[in-house]
Antibody, heavy 113, light 106 residues
Framework: EVQLVESGGGLVKPGSSLKLSCVASGFTFSSYGMHWIRQAPKKGLEWIALIYYDSSNKYYADSVKGRFTISRDNSKNTLYLEMNSLRSEDTAMYYC??????WGQGVMVTVSS | DTVLTQSPALAVSLGQRVTISCRASKSVSTYMHWYQQKSGQQPKLLIYSASNLESGVPSRFSGSGSGTDFTLTIDPVEADDIANYYCQQSNELPFTFGSGTKLEIK
């Protein structure tokens, strides 16, 4: 059974940084591209980043490009999202996903002064 | 970017058939997926690649379409189907989602 467990969320002030983690199990993590998707409160879903299985390619939504960095450690079966220069509009539930089927339960990030 | 357009909400009677539509601003071939999201939960895959029923999903759910026009059909609707439904395209980056359709019971 595929499991994706996110962690690292919390309440932070505008302009600060945060790093999310997603630990994967139940599949060969090193063989799959992985995604981060977010959902602002009471809003729809927004894809924000993709990393290839071997980290050779990374793609970002325009809304986070230059501020967020996706990375992975295949030896630890872990996906990361480093978020810098956080804004109030980054407040959301952040999901890691093995597209299209498997999603984590999400981790909440709140950016507020 | 490929914009996906969904109706905001639909009201349906239990036991009836409902069709949720998703229109893409450009062709996505059959790289369209449908998700169900209940309050407080992560999205759940229902249909992948336009018409393939995900394992474990009731056969009341079906998907169709290609190119720019897609539909998710629930027949018959049950009380447990009350949720938000999202389409998503994976034909090109950035992957995009529709704004969601809220299914309500009459």
């Amino acid at each position: 059974e595929v499991q994706l467990v996110e962690s690292g969320g919390g309440l932070v002030k505008p302009g600060s940084s945060l790093k999310l983690s997603c630990v994967a199990s139940g599949f060969t993590f090193s063989s799959y591209g992985m995604h981060w998707i977010r959902q602002a409160p009471k809003k729809g879903l927004e894809w924000i980043a993709l990393i290839y299985y071997d980290s050779s390619n990374k793609y970002y939504a325009d809304s986070v490009k230059g501020r967020f960095t996706i990375s992975r450690d295949n030896s630890k079966n872990t996906l990361y999202l480093e978020m810098n220069s956080l804004r109030s509009e980054d407040t959301a539930m952040y999901y890691c996903a093995k597209h299209p089927r498997d999603w984590g339960q999400g981790v909440m990030v709140t950016v507020s002064s | 970017d490929t914009v996906l357009t969904q109706s905001p909400a639909l009201a349906v009677s239990l036991g009836q058939r409902v069709t949720i539509s998703c229109r893409a601003s450009k062709s996505v071939s059959t790289y369209m997926h449908w998700y169900q999201q209940k309050s407080g939960q992560q999205p759940k895959l229902l249909i992948y690649s336009a018409s393939n029923l995900e394992s474990g999903v009731p056969s009341r759910f079906s998907g169709s379409g290609s190119g720019t026009d897609f539909t998710l059909t629930i027949d018959p609707v049950e009380a447990d189907d009350i949720a938000n439904y999202y389409c998503q395209q994976s034909n090109e980056l950035p992957f995009t989602f529709g704004s969601g359709t809220k299914l309500e019971i009459k």
